[in-house]
């Protein structure tokens, strides 16, 4: 088991910055891959980003590609999303989300999410 928990978010203005973080428990933070989805309502879960476990390698959808980095410190067993140059078709629930295997852009293969955290992005 891991229990993912995301903050960060908020109301912020168009180019602004947020960092989002995910702390996690449970589970040998070290062995789990992690990522970063979205959600608007309506509409499925959508990958942003994802890293692997020693955070080596990341890999981003190519609407946040140059924009966002994600991070992570596995001292402190968190994930981190840096979200420069911020745009109102940002705005989502933002989830965290633990899996086996590093890089994977399909939600239906992480076993483990947070409760989201909302971003919004006015114009």
């Known amino acids: 088991q891991v229990q993912l928990v995301e903050s960060g978010g908020g109301l912020v203005q168009a180019g602004a910055s947020l960092r989002l973080s995910c702390a996690a428990a449970?589970?040998?933070?070290?062995?789990?891959?992690m990522s970063w989805f979205r959600q608007t309502p309506g509409k499925e879960r959508e990958f942003v980003a994802a890293?692997?476990?020693?955070?080596?390698?990341?890999t981003y959808a190519d609407s946040v590609k140059g924009r966002f980095t994600i991070s992570r410190d596995n001292a402190k067993n968190t994930v981190y999303l840096q979200m420069n140059s911020l745009k109102p078709e940002d705005t989502a629930v933002y989830y965290c989300a633990a899996g086996r295997r590093s890089g994977s852009r399909r939600s239906d293969e992480y076993l483990y999410w947070g409760q989201g955290t909302q971003v919004t992005v006015s114009s």
């Open positions: 890293i692997s476990r020693s955070g080596g390698i990341s």
């Open positions: 449970g589970r040998t933070f070290s062995n789990v891959a």
